[in-house]
């Protein structure tokens, strides 16, 4: 749980006759992180040469792949699995067949869709025509005549007969100016173009063709009708062969994507002329495993060692790291996909995703604040867990929205006592921003609000509350980097603990200031009491002796230990330690968007007199509500992800380890009978 | 907190105006670096926590700021 699974290194080394039985095993097993041999690493080894099966098996494979894309299949969710061994029997000539007709039905689909393009282009050439109804074949193909068709902004007909006699004009009002239609002398072209620049002509292009505009244009309908009935028969029978075939085709892809990967082993480890070796990780737990299933597969052709586990005795190369297979318990697994996001852990580093799985519903919980939408968080979690089984990412997400639902709900009841921005109960004295309405009218809870977000002591709590979230969490970072460290370096380690000192003592001199807060006086009396007392007046306020004492003794001891500049960093973590105020400050932001929601929406309802103002009311609450909802979540995830991430890690993470990726892969589409 | 004289409200508004301008300071120094994070992030995905990381280093000046904030709040 706080360390990734233990890993022993093992060496194979074999007869060549063995090493196809041995990677196929070590394929089904899923067990083995490789150690990938590079070319010329140690004299008389080299790579080996692809398996047998190799070549076959990627031929069918760009085959199968051409044809997934052609029928559009490549990001499906699998469907049921499909038997090995059908898909090796029928595999071959399923190829065949499949590929010549939806080779042929996917080529006549290209064709008939650029045939109905150019028709579209057609029409679209030949629609500005209809009005002059001339025919088209009267308008190109003349030597002494110059046809130019196009708009003009006003007529030009008298210019035009001035300018040639001989010259004909046909003018047609279009929307926006006038349409012209020009035949002239071929060689008073240039002042005729000129005229109609003048005019502001633009031009239209002269379609080929022959008939009325109107009747090419018909035929031309007719034409894509036609030729659109024939794609949807197209599209029709491509559908119906990737109805059939769409499981098969996805599952050998999957299966012949494996043996190809099978096959190109031995690219990756080191071979003699007669001899290999496997050179990799396995976790410590399944080492027997992989030993009786050897034994069984290649008998004695095979040798299997075990080189030492790492930090057990010697080992071999002590700069290889161990790859990292994180291992927690299962209500923590989605947590290790968001630290996957960040970096891998080290190996000999603790794994810090417990500690998320714990804190991060809490910091959620706390900024989100609310019975109603923590019952919300858990609806929608719970709803997509019921309807989404196939995306394990959704799956995650999921679980992490239930947990922070369920902390959200747990503070909104107990701690700030109120449901979709509205107080249990009505607040006394002007606390909690005024709000008239309460839950009380409608069900009277026994809870009351310890603290109320929205007033002026509740928010100073809240701030306060924050910083000793920050303490706790920040002090919990100090410890495990201390942790962390005392494997290799006592000077580092002490340095981490020199760092909590620091810690310490500016959450004293902080908690000096926060004082006359309820909850800082409570920690004052409660926890705190001897240590605050004897004091010191600096900058107006009166400051811990040992708070400061603390904050000198740990600066020492860092400039000591770590080097003078490092005293610039008490800076920076009294800056994260402040950064933890978001969670006060992202609670009272939701609280203060849903009460002026609530102060829109809820006097519609209540006091809206008929039923379109209530029924009105209802529906703006509603959407109100919904946004406050979707960006409080938001906001709230991203947040306390980020003071995980960047505060928290910081103290102690380093990041930057090996994923444990064993030979082999998980069959989504296939299954092995 | 009632204010009760020119001077107080003087330090007020110096108070809003030494955290306002550290955090648009701040912002600014956090702009260029998220944008460099980012792009960075997008030819390599194992640079997020780096990148992350490096992005809110600029928050030391907005602790500055508020510091003199907070100095200034208690003259009042």
Do not use: C
């Amino acid at each position: 749980m706080l360390k990734p699974e233990p890993m022993t290194r093992i060496v194979l080394v074999g007869s060549k006759e063995a090493l196809e039985p041995t990677v196929t095993l070590l394929h089904d097993l899923r067990v083995l992180h490789l150690v990938e041999y590079a070319e010329g690493g140690e004299p008389g080894l080299s790579i080996g040469s692809p398996l047998q099966a190799a070549s076959a098996a990627s031929q069918k494979l760009v085959k199968l792949r051409s044809l997934l894309r052609s029928l559009g299949l490549e990001e499906r969710p699998p469907g049921t699995p499909v038997a090995v061994r059908e898909i090796e029997g029928k595999l071959e000539q399923a190829l065949v067949t499949l590929d010549l007709s939806v080779s042929t039905r996917a080529e006549s689909r290209q064709r008939v869709i650029a045939v109905i393009r150019e028709k579209e282009a057609l029409i679209r050439e030949v629609e500005p025509f209809v009005p002059f109804d001339l025919p088209l074949e009267h308008l190109s193909g003349y030597d002494s005549i110059v046809v130019l068709a196009g708009t003009v902004r006003h007529s030009i007909a008298n210019e035009l007969a001035e300018l040639s006699p001989e010259a004909e004009v046909v003018e047609v009002p279009v929307s926006g100016g006038l349409g012209v239609l020009v035949f002239a002398p071929a060689e008073l072209r240039p002042q005729v173009q000129r005229l109609l620049g003048e005019a502001g002509f633009s031009e239209y292009r002269i379609p080929k063709g022959t008939g009325l505009p109107e009747d090419v244009i018909g035929q031309a309908h007719k034409d894509v009708e036609s030729l659109r009935e024939d794609l949807a028969r197209v599209d029709e029978e491509l559908e119906g062969i990737r109805r059939r075939f769409a499981d098969f085709l996805l599952a050998s892809e999957e299966h012949l994507a494996i043996d190809v990967q099978r096959a190109e082993t031995p690219l990756r480890i080191a071979t003699t002329a007669h001899a290999f070796v496997i050179d990799g990780w396995v976790p410590t737990r399944r080492t027997e495993e992989l030993r009786t299933g050897l034994e069984a597969a290649v008998g004695t052709l095979v040798h299997f060692e075990l080189l030492a586990e790492p930090g057990k005795g010697h080992v071999e190369e002590p700069e290889e790291e161990a790859p990292v297979a994180l291992h927690n318990p299962r209500p923590a697994r989605p947590f290790e996909m968001l630290l996957g996001l960040f970096s891998t852990p080290q190996y000999r580093e603790i794994d810090p995703t417990i500690f998320m799985f714990l804190v991060f519903p809490v910091f959620f919980g706390l900024m989100v604040g609310d019975l109603g939408y923590g019952a919300g968080f858990i609806g929608v979690g719970l709803l997509i867990l019921w309807k989404i089984k196939r995306s394990e990412g959704w799956r995650e997400l999921a679980r992490v929205m239930i947990l922070g639902g369920i902390f959200a709900s747990l503070f909104g009841a107990l701690l700030f006592a109120e449901a979709f921005g509205v107080p249990f109960h009505p607040e006394a004295g002007g606390e909690g921003g005024g709000l008239d309405y309460s839950w009380e009218s409608v069900v009277n809870l026994p809870v009351h609000a310890p603290v109320h977000k929205l007033s002026d002591t509740g928010v100073k709590n809240l701030l306060v509350l924050s910083v000793v979230a920050a303490l706790l969490h920040l002090g919990l970072g100090l410890v495990l980097g201390f942790r962390n460290e005392l494997a290799h370096s006592r000077r580092h380690a002490a340095a981490k603990a020199a760092w909590l000192l620091v810690l310490f003592g500016l959450f004293l001199l902080l908690l000096a200031i926060g004082r006359w807060t309820d909850v800082g006086a409570w920690l004052d009396r409660n926890v705190f009491g001897g240590l605050m007392e004897p004091h010191v007046v600096l900058f107006g306020r009166s400051m811990p002796v040992i708070g400061l004492a603390l904050l000198g003794i740990g600066a020492v001891l860092i400039a000591v230990l770590e080097g003078g500049l490092a005293i610039m960093e008490i800076l920076s973590l009294l800056a994260n330690m402040i950064s933890y105020t978001r969670l006060a400050a992202i609670g009272v932001a939701k609280g203060a968007m849903a009460l002026a929601f609530n102060t829109i929406a809820l006097p519609w309802i209540f006091d809206g007199g008929n039923v379109g103002f209530v029924a009105a009311g209802v529906v703006l609450g509603v959407i109100l509500h919904l946004l406050v909802f979707l960006l409080g979540g938001l906001a709230s995830g991203i947040q306390a992800i980020r003071l995980n991430y960047v505060e928290f890690f910081l103290k102690f993470f380093r990041g930057g380890g090996v994923p444990f990726t064993p030979l082999g892969a998980a069959r989504r589409y296939s299954v092995r009978a | 907190m009632a204010i009760e004289n020119v001077g107080a409200g003087l330090a007020a508004i110096g108070a809003g105006i030494a955290v306002g301008l550290a955090g648009l300071g701040a912002g600014l120094a956090e702009k260029d670096v998220g944008a460099a994070a980012v792009g960075a992030m997008a030819e390599n995905e194992k640079l997020f926590g780096k990148g992350l990381v490096m992005m809110v280093i600029p928050e030391t000046i907005i602790l500055f700021g508020f510091v003199i904030a907070f100095m200034l709040f208690g003259a009042i």
